[in-house]
Structure formats: C-alpha cells, structure tokens
C-alpha cells in the first residue's frame, strides 16, 4: 500500500472519529473528559447549566452573609462565609 493511501485511510478514519462526536449544535462524548490547563462552562451569568439531570437554570443571585440572629456562632459563620466565598469564586452564585 502506497503512502498515498496509507494517508487517505488515516484521514477517513480521523473523518469518522470526529463526526462521531461532533454534530453543529453539540457535542457527544462517550468517555470521560479531561481539560489540563483549566476550563469555562457557559460564557455569562444568563447560560444555562443542569446537573446529573436537573433542568438547567441560569446563575442563581449572589448569598447573603448571615447576620442577627440571637445567639452569634463565629465559627459556623466563619464557615458560611467561606462556603458563600467558595461557591461565587466557582461561579455557581452570584458575587
């Protein structure tokens, strides 16, 4: 088999394995996905995301910091507000 052709089948295979995930309006992986050097899922606080089959909803507003109360635990509130902290620094809430 000539060299030619060894690179016609290597493209046609290539074709294939790229059609067989890639549609224009999604994409379909069938095995796991790793990114390396870090990610963005959705582009602003308005996309949509859905988790292990919830229905997806734009971000949800930022959380309040507890305040009042009649009895003050500084430690549970120290962390809420990390917890609070966390979630918006993910972009899974507001900031």
């Known amino acids: 088999?000539?060299?030619?052709t060894k690179l016609k089948q290597?493209?046609?295979l290539l074709e294939r394995l790229v059609g067989s995930f890639a549609r224009p309006d999604i994409f379909i992986f069938t095995k796991d996905i790793e990114f390396?050097?870090?990610?963005?899922?959705?582009?602003?606080?308005t996309t949509k995301l859905?988790?292990?089959g919830q229905t997806p909803i734009?971000?949800?507003?930022?959380?309040s910091a507890p305040?009042?109360?009649s009895t003050?635990?500084?430690q549970a509130r120290t962390a809420i507000n990390t917890i609070i902290t966390?979630?918006?620094?993910?972009g899974l809430t507001g900031t």
């Open 1 to 4: 088999m000539d060299e030619i």
């Open 67 to 69: 305040s009042g109360g």
């Open 86 to 90: 966390d979630l918006a620094n993910l």
């Open 58 to 63: 734009a971000q949800p507003s930022d959380i």
């Open 10 to 12: 290597r493209i046609e």
């Open 50 to 52: 859905g988790f292990y």
């Open 36 to 45: 390396r050097n870090g990610a963005k899922i959705g582009i602003s606080a």
């Open 72 to 74: 003050i635990d500084t």
